[in-house]
């Protein structure tokens, strides 16, 4: 342990962290503090502790095999944009290019991220639609969960307190695969509304989903289920009034929220703009 | 008695070990340079990573001092914008450029931007200016309208040519 006072441990590896927070109930962990800290300094949340996640190597591993890549919790957003991430997740790395800003990708992780369980968080979309999973870890053992099960409400997730997200494994999908958001800069804390979309001709699969277009980041099983249906398959296109259909449907059935950022039906309106130019691009690209 | 005091640490700021006493664990990095160690050059902006003015490296990578813990940064090589001028009192390159066009008015943004700029330039040398306004998108400025600011930035990015 780098220090270990009743307040703050900065620990080593996964033992202490857990050893740690058994000792230190109240204590938050945190790793790049891009949003803990970041609420303590506005006053939104007063942590009686930390513990600090930051020199955990074991968090910091990447494995790359050729069907999926494991990431290390504590792997920081700026790690997407280089190798062998880049390459191996194109579509984590067009996300990080707008995620935060060159100092908050510096030290913003993955894992906080998706611990966050905020709707507006970027990486969150783009697990979905890889089906990621994340492994968690406590006193009581390691389970492995889906995205999609983590996220419960707006900031809610079910990882027990005493749990801690030490790695996410993603599937390597072929094919086209981009992310989009509107928000009210490139570096702001949110997105306004954001999508991930990824088309994958070898399975004949496509998926999409929304981030702050819901209490949570979402599928579109709806909209996935009509583009299934409409794609002609054999030539890689899809005839562009099915792209405005698409559209339409990933609006209808999202459940947008309305606060000062936007109203629910510009989110709605924005959902429906970007899936349906998304798709059109995902089937331009396909068919060069 | 409960404290939330931390035993006395040491930072490793501007190639020197500077002595912290008494802070307490919650206490940010910027916090602990502006108030304890006398490092008033690191501006306090927004205090949640949007606006930059807070940026210093550490171990050469530009980060927001107010979300980091300043404990944790405990054995990293910190630099600020007092480590980064040279010490005879000099400007650098990248700071002449700055004045050469004018790049700011009131000047509160400016360490913040010249410590992200310069980091920067060192891993973008001959930076388009398309390429600074996404490289720079971390540090807010509300005086310059930024033209000024990318201009100093691409001529400080310009490598001479070899041949």
Redesign the interface.
């Given at each position: 342990m780098i220090l270990d006072t009743p307040e703050l441990a900065v620990v080593e590896s996964i033992a202490e962290a857990l050893n740690a927070k058994r000792s230190r109930p109240f204590a938050r962990f945190v790793s790049g503090g891009t949003e803990l800290v970041a609420d303590q300094n506005l006053g939104i949340v007063c942590p009686e502790g930390y513990i600090s996640l930051r020199y955990v190597s074991e968090m910091t591993r990447v494995r790359v095999a050729e069907d999926r890549v494991e990431i290390g919790a504590g792997c920081t957003i700026a790690e997407l944009l280089e190798e062998p991430l880049a390459t191996a997740l194109p579509l984590l790395a067009k996300a990080a290019r707008a995620f935060g800003t060159r100092q908050v990708r510096n030290r913003g992780t993955i894992g906080g991220n998706i611990a966050s369980g905020l709707p507006d968080r970027t990486l969150t979309p783009c697990l979905l639609v890889l089906d990621a999973t994340v492994t968690l870890e406590s006193g009581n053992g390691t389970r492995t969960v889906p995205v999609r099960e983590l996220l419960v409400g707006p900031g809610i997730t079910s990882i027990d307190p005493a749990e801690l997200v030490t790695s996410v494994t993603i599937p390597r999908v072929a094919g086209f695969q981009d992310y989009r958001m509107v928000g009210p800069r490139n570096a702001q804390f949110y997105v306004t509304a954001s999508i991930a979309l990824v088309i994958d001709p070898s399975d004949r699969d496509v998926r999409v989903a929304l981030g702050n277009c819901a209490p949570t980041a979402i599928r579109i099983p709806e909209a996935e289920a009509f583009a299934l249906g409409a794609v002609d398959w054999d030539t890689s296109t899809l005839a562009e009034s099915a792209a405005v259909e698409f559209g339409r449907l990933v609006g209808e059935y999202c459940d947008p929220p309305e606060d000062s950022a936007a109203s629910a039906g510009y989110r709605r309106h924005a959902a429906t703009v970007m899936a349906r130019r998304l798709i059109r691009l995902g089937f331009e690209s396909l068919s060069r | 008695m409960?404290t939330?005091a931390?035993?006395d640490?040491t930072l490793q700021v501007n190639g020197e070990p500077m002595q912290v006493r008494g802070a307490r664990?919650?206490e940010?990095l910027l916090s602990v340079l502006r108030y304890r160690l006398g490092l008033t050059g690191t501006k306090y902006g927004c205090?949640?990573?949007?606006c930059?003015a807070c940026?210093v490296h550490i171990d050469g990578?530009?980060?927001?001092s107010?979300?980091?813990?300043a404990?944790?940064a405990?054995?990293r090589e910190i630099t600020t914008i007092e480590g980064y001028n040279p010490p005879d009192g000099s400007l650098t390159r990248l700071q002449e450029c700055f004045v050469r066009h004018g790049a700011l008015q009131c000047g509160y943004c400016t360490p913040g931007f010249i410590m992200?700029a310069s980091?920067?330039i060192e891993d973008h040398p001959n930076a388009s200016a398309e390429e600074i306004r996404?490289?720079?998108?971390?540090?807010l400025c509300r005086c310059t309208g930024y033209g000024r600011i990318i201009a100093a930035i691409q001529e400080a990015a310009e490598v001479p040519d070899a041949t």
């Open positions: - | 409960k939330d931390l035993p640490y664990f919650s940010n205090e949640h990573g949007q930059g940026t990578k530009p980060v927001n107010c979300l980091e813990l404990a944790t405990v054995g992200s980091a920067f996404e490289g720079l998108v971390g540090n």
